[in-house]
DNA sequence: ATGGGTGCAAACTGTTTGCAATCTG
DNA sequence: CAGATTGCAAACAGTTTGCACCCAT
């Protein structure tokens, strides 16, 4: 089961004044299309979205990632590489985490159910509503650290 | 007891060949200097050293910056400015996370050892070496939910 | 003295914004 | 139809880089 369908993103692009249009609906698509633990850069998104053929801006790119996060329907990565990345966002107890190599930037996902119910806790008790929360570890991965690491 | 001391700052600097400037040394003293907790952007660092009468290039901060983090002195916090603040690097049990209102953003600090627990144990089972383990939490603070959000 | 380090200014990258034209509800 | 949305190009912010001079070791 997809986490939004096209009915879901007009109903809640309507309940909020928005519309649905057909960039919204494709950028939509491409996120339900990768296999789940990728995550695109806007660059990654606005390329794939030409070479499909699609006619779009990259601004159009950026205002589309902006609103879904705030809808709520994208979740939106810091890891490395200087720029944010962007995955479909899912309920808590799916959520993964992150644990990247800071040398060659490899990213290995992993789930945890401890750290969501800290992440709930820590959130509830400072009055908080929760939206996300990611564990993100850096480290060295076993080949860059292969015996030349210190 | 601050993490890093000045000597350790130069016996450290030589080892790799690297050496101890002026520069260097007043960018470590700022990050002793400030309370724990607070965090500093490239350009709040900048400010702070220019105001206090130091002549120094931004280019400096920015590459004293990436240095003291391969070193290990500092730690890069991704929050949810747009840009990225640093802090003295600790020990792993002193580490702290963060939550953050996406509104306003107000950061919380709290300290959880579970967490670098799971941390540790994630990375060790996939063989990497960790060098850093953040916990971050968007949500939205009580005063920027207050009432107004569903 | 030697080669790492610095400041400056210019280059770059990812992202945002103003605006006229376009499309959705 | 009104107002939301788009594409484009220009503007931006933060960060990086080339280079000539300088200073720890």
Redesign the interface.
Known sequence: MAAYSEDDLKADLNARGYRLTPQRQRILEIFRAIPQGKHLSAEDLHNTLTQSGERIGLSTVYRTLHLMVYMGMLREL?LAEGHKHYELNRPLRERH?H?V??YCNKT?E?S?N??DQ??KK??NS?????????????????EC?DGS?S
């Open positions: 810091e985490h644990l190599c800071v290995i992993f945890e401890q750290i800290v992440g820590q959130a400072a009055g908080y509503y929760i939206l996300d929360c990611q564990l993100t570890l850096y480290g060295i991965c076993p650290g690491a």
